[in-house]
């Protein structure tokens, strides 16, 4: 089966800097996505790591190290409208198929 | 155009009844994904079609059933769901499965469903 653990809450403060972890346990890796998802909407894409290192995208960049099975996403210069839910997804295939799963979500509250 | 439409956008309906969501991408996206997210979980992946095939089924229940008519349209149907089926509905396409660097998904705004 397949394992994701992140944080289930974080605070941070508006213009600061945040780091999100996410660890897994998975076979047959086919890569590793963050979505950000506020209250009742759908999940909006941000980054994909399938290789070690580092993906840096405006003030969103996302790390990945496979063989410790680690992942983090670090948001700079915070905005009250950060504030949501960011999930770690990995992607595995095997056997001719292929999947996607969610961790449970972190939801980040941005305070002034 | 990187928008996936869904319909309706909220739904209500008797255990008794029979109804249908739909999905459409226009996207050239080959690859399409039924989800199921309660409050406060993560998305749980149901069907995947790609190239208008089923690829995957999660153990979906057969009151599910899902049907991908062209490469643009994803329907679900609906028949004799029960109160905890109530949820939110996301549809997702990417441009292939499961390949590097083009399978990010793009959700829909999701259909909330209420079974009564």
């Known amino acids: 089966g397949q394992n994701i653990d992140q944080p289930t809450e974080m605070t941070a403060t508006e213009g600061a800097i945040v780091q999100i972890n996410c660890t897994y346990q998975?076979?047959?890796?086919?890569?590793l996505f963050w979505y950000q998802q506020h209250a009742g909407e759908a999940p909006t894409f941000l980054s994909y790591n399938v290789l070690d290192g580092l993906e840096e995208k405006g003030r969103f960049s996302s790390f990945l190290s496979r063989s410790k099975g680690y992942s983090y996403l670090l948001l700079k210069e915070l905005q009250m409208k950060d504030s949501a839910s960011y999930l770690c997804?990995?992607?595995?295939?095997?056997?001719?198929?292929?999947?996607?799963?969610f961790g449970k979500g972190t939801k980040l509250s941005v305070i002034p | 155009d990187t928008e996936v439409t869904q319909t309706p956008k909220h739904l209500v309906m008797g255990m008794t009844n029979k109804k249908s969501l739909k999905c459409e991408q226009h996207?050239?996206?080959?690859?399409m994904y039924w989800y199921k997210q309660k409050a406060k979980k993560p998305p749980e992946l149901m069907f995947v079609y790609s190239y208008e095939k089923l690829s995957i089924n999660e153990s979906v229940p057969s009151r599910f059933s899902p049907e991908c008519p062209n490469s643009s349209l994803l329907n679900l149907h609906l028949h004799a769901l029960q109160p905890e089926d109530s949820a939110l509905y996301l549809c997702?396409?990417?441009?292939?499965?499961?390949?590097?660097?083009?399978?990010?998904?793009?959700f829909g705004p999701g259909t909330r469903l209420t079974v009564t």
């Open positions: 996207m050239g996206h080959r690859a």
């Open positions: 997804a990995v992607a595995y295939s095997g056997a001719g198929s292929y999947q996607l799963t």
């Open positions: 998975t076979s047959g890796f086919n890569g």
């Open positions: 997702a396409s990417s441009s292939s499965m499961g390949l590097a660097g083009g399978s990010e998904q793009y």
